[in-house]
């Protein structure tokens, strides 16, 4: 089996960034290595991005702000397809898997939504356990500053109030699932590189 990896964070916490320095760190080391994220470029996240995040007029749902149960759902069937057509393969194709986002943003946000955590957690439970997953944690003050930046966001990043909320979850998901662990979004980008690769030496590569 090969190696997964999660990044998890709130909207804003750098995720991307870090999960393609830690992509190329690994390839750089002679891995192969799938970058990945959810929600995914499938007909499944195509169809969140136009019923969830962009409040979209087409679909299934025609126009309708979909309810947060169907959109829980949604995510859980775009991870499904994910763990069975990529993830899964990958991992028993031995190569090391780094997913930007999996089930644990589902737990944070669909939570902080009022969507019940133990439901959550058992429509999640297809999903393949990540050896590690990395919580980019930072203050949602910050984050927004960042976001300002980006010409399209979701739903949710307008929403600071939800942001927060996201991020309490997501600490608090920390100390019931021991595979996560937090990094300090606040630095740089290379001292929060740094930061992942020493977990990931310590935790996965027994150094
Ligand atoms: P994001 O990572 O911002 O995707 P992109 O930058 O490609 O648009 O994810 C979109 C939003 O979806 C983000 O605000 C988090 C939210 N989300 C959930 O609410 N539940 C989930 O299970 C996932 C994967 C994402």
Not at 17 to 22: D, E, G, K, V
Not at 71 to 79: G, N, P, T, W
Not at 131 to 142: A, T
Not at 171 to 200: G, T, Y
Request: one cysteine or more.
């Amino acid at each position: 089996m090969g190696m997964f990896i999660v990044i998890e964070g709130i909207d804003g916490a750098g995720k991307s960034t870090q999960a393609r320095l830690l992509a190329k760190w690994f390839e750089d080391r002679g891995y192969e290595v799938v970058l990945t994220k959810e929600p995914t470029d499938t007909a499944f996240g195509k169809l969140i991005r136009k019923l969830v995040l962009t409040g979209g007029k087409e679909g299934i749902i025609d126009g309708a702000r979909i309810s947060h149960e169907a959109e829980a759902l949604l995510f859980a069937a775009d991870r499904a397809e994910h763990v069975a057509k990529l993830i899964r393969p990958s991992l028993e194709a031995c190569k090391v898997v780094i997913s930007d986002r999996y089930f644990y943003s589902s737990l944070a946000y669909q939570w902080a939504r009022g969507l019940d955590l133990e439901w959550l957690i058992d429509l999640n439970r297809f999903a393949i356990r990540p050896d590690l997953v990395i919580l980019l944690d930072l203050p949602v003050k910050e984050s927004m500053k960042r976001l300002r930046s980006r010409s399209i966001k979701s739903e949710f990043d307008k929403i600071v109030e939800l942001q927060k909320r996201v991020r309490e979850n997501y600490l608090k998901l920390a100390e019931r699932f021991p595979e996560m662990k937090i990094v300090n979004a606040l630095a740089s980008v290379e001292d929060i590189h740094r930061d992942i690769v020493a977990l990931v030496e310590h935790e996965l590569l027994g150094k």
